[in-house]
């Protein structure tokens, strides 16, 4: 399968053991990943903030630079990025319901030669897991099932509300596939508290206390549950959970101590590659209780 | 007929007991409504569960709850549609959160949601003398305000808003959204002041999480959530620079991406506070030092990457922002006003 591929800022930017992982993980389940190296950050609701124009411009144009892709062989557009798919699917809702609308910002984009056609398939790596490569087919490739490890599921907000605008219905539980998933691997699904909240990362420069109270309750949360390890579609998620964890700790005043995974770093573990390959050494909470480094196999906390 | 058996949560302050959850057989068809269910015990086989209600038609906003975690009102959802996304195939009919309990399914509406509501002013106050006759005021004026006035005040996204679960002084969706309905109205003459009053405040429009649970629970389709970011929009028309550098973080970060084309998050952090070496910025980044020492220890990040970007924006993308930002007037759609088109067109 080829994809046009949208890793977003944040996988090349803090978060780059995320890119790095999906580089790794790509071939091993036959994913060919074209990347959209000329498009722009979708804008995270921020700009859209701003402007609603200028973020449904920028991500037409995304849209349209993957959508030549397509016409060149491409099945679909795919991001890793949950707060890339809903600020995405926010302003491909607005350009696909409108005609005048679309017409107006393509007319932005003539200038470059570019069109945006209604309908683009844009699909988060987890989707594109379950509904175009099938939960059996990956199993069948799990070198190293993560037995015993029990993985607690963040979806966060941007993959999973509002639901309809997000596809969520009876055919695709689109809020449940991390669930899936994790079970597909091997693993232990670990239901908690905070699993479908937000991690507080978008009024961290705003109201610090609320924005490390939401990602210390979560944590703590899981590891009440107790949770070996948390994953994450959201590598937005991944800095307030992970990053920010000691600060975390210090404001909801309890030691934190949960590794914190990007999808595609579990998915690689059970796929047979080594952590380090994974870029799991880059994370500021170590996943010992994931990895044993001595063997390098997975293993849940003793 | 089918039977449904639902969960109730009970609490009653007064008594001194801990809450606990009851279990009732409900004896109705599935396309009857959960309130219809509660109701059913109420009148047969425990008369002391407390819930409120009065028109049942999804109007009056009296009978909100949570029905398997979720907010919705009691009259609105069908006791086959909860049936059906029960987890072990119980009902469970619990108070709306974020608001105290007064009596099993009862909240205390005023302490919280009211309250909130007289925070943000919320009647009109126009400028000058009221015209001799009726205030005219274009169509085209006014539908922007009609989602907000949708508002059936019952309570679902207060219930669930993340930011005043770990914030209770924040405003909220509800207040908010109606905030947007008198800052949005043409005949209001305190625009600047009042977006000005909720952007000061640190519990104000720049507390909002962005996590949709509000967007979700509304049984009428005002997207608070929305209406919250219409709010900052406006604010930043006035040029407020508010306290909680909201505005500041807004417009750091539409700069960076006009200049990289994607994010450059070293550069954001110290913007978002006015720059590197503003007196504002400093104490932050000083205080962040751990967090920074720890990203650059595990290298996530080296110190190269983080001082030089080596990605520009393309100048295609530079044009966008610029024709974009040379419009005389923003161009704003909304689909609750215009709605989706019929497939085909």
């Known amino acids: 399968m080829k994809v046009a591929y949208w890793p977003g800022c944040v996988s090349r930017g803090f978060a780059p053991e995320l890119h790095g992982a999906m580089a790794r993980v790509a071939p091993l389940l036959d994913i060919e990943l074209v990347e959209l190296d000329r498009a722009a950050c979708c804008g995270a609701g921020v700009i859209a903030e701003h402007n609603q124009e200028l973020a449904d411009t920028l991500n037409a144009r995304t849209f349209a630079l993957a959508q030549q892709e397509i016409a060149k062989g491409a099945d679909l557009m795919m991001n890793i990025c949950s707060t890339c798919q809903g600020a995405q699917s926010e302003c491909q809702e607005r350009l696909d319901a409108n005609t005048p609308y679309r017409d107006h910002v393509n007319e932005t984009l003539s200038a470059e030669g570019l069109t945006y056609e209604k309908g683009i398939a844009n699909k988060h790596l987890l989707w594109l897991l379950v509904e175009e490569i099938g939960l059996d087919a990956v199993k069948a490739k799990v070198k190293r099932p993560l037995t015993d490890l029990r993985v607690g599921p963040f979806y966060g907000c941007y993959i999973v509300r509002p639901t309809t605008r997000l596809g969520i219905d009876r055919e695709h539980p689109r809020d449940r596939y991390l669930h899936q998933l994790i079970d597909a691997l091997g693993g232990t699904v670990v239901d908690y508290a905070g699993q479908y909240k937000c991690c507080g990362f978008p009024i961290i420069t705003m109201n610090q206390q609320a924005s490390l109270t939401q990602a210390g309750r979560h944590v703590g949360d899981a590891m009440d549950a107790a949770a070996d390890c948390l994953v994450t579609p959201c590598p937005l998620c991944h800095l307030n959970l992970d990053l920010q964890q000691p600060a975390a700790a210090g404001i909801v005043g309890r030691p934190l101590n949960m590794p914190v995974l990007h999808l595609p770093q579990l998915l690689g573990l059970a796929l047979g590659l080594e952590p380090k390959e994974l870029g799991m050494d880059k994370h500021v909470v170590k996943p010992s209780s994931v990895i044993d480094w001595s063997t390098s196999v997975v293993a849940s906390a003793a | ?345």
């Open chain 2, 1 to 345: 007929m089918p039977d449904y058996t639902l969960r109730i949560r009970r609490y009653s302050p007064e008594s001194g007991e801990a809450a606990h959850w009851d279990e009732f057989p409900v004896d109705l068809e599935g396309h009857r409504s959960v309130l219809d269910g509660i109701l059913q015990i109420k009148d047969r086989l425990d008369g002391t569960v407390g819930i409120r209600c009065a028109c049942q038609q999804a109007i009056c906003g009296s009978c909100g709850v949570r029905v398997n975690g979720r907010p919705v009102l009691a009259c609105h959802l069908h006791l086959d549609e909860a049936f059906e996304r029960a987890a072990d195939g119980v009902i469970v009919v619990e108070p709306m959160g974020n608001m105290p309990v007064l009596k099993d399914l009862i909240v205390d509406m005023h302490e919280v949601h009211w309250k909130k509501i007289q925070r943000v002013t919320p009647w009109l106050i126009p400028d000058g003398d009221p015209p001799e006759r009726e205030y005219i005021v274009p169509r085209d004026k006014m539908i922007d305000v009609t989602q907000t006035m949708a508002c059936i005040q019952c309570g679902a996204c207060v219930s669930d808003c993340l930011s005043m679960e770990v914030d209770p002084l924040f405003i909220g969706p509800a207040a908010l959204a109606k905030a947007y309905r008198f800052v949005g109205d043409p005949r209001d003459g305190q625009q600047e002041q009042r977006v000005r009053d909720l952007a000061e405040d640190p519990h104000g429009i720049y507390d909002c999480t962005h996590c949709f649970n509000c967007i979700e629970a509304c049984p009428k389709g005002v997207a608070p959530m929305s209406q919250i970011m219409r709010l900052r929009r406006i604010a930043g028309d006035h040029g407020i620079e508010d306290r909680n550098n909201g505005h500041r973080h807004e417009t750091a970060f539409v700069r960076n991406i006009e200049k990289n084309g994607l994010l450059h998050e070293a550069d954001l952090l110290p913007d978002s506070y006015g720059g590197k070496f503003h007196p504002r910025a400093v104490p932050v980044l000083v205080s962040s030092l751990p967090t920074i020492v720890r990203a650059l220890q595990r290298r996530k990040v080296t110190p190269a990457r983080a001082l030089l970007h080596k990605h520009k924006a393309p100048k295609e993308v530079k044009r966008i922002f610029r024709d974009v930002h040379d419009r005389e007037e923003r161009y704003e759609l909304n689909l609750y006003v215009v709605g989706e088109e019929e497939n085909g067109q």
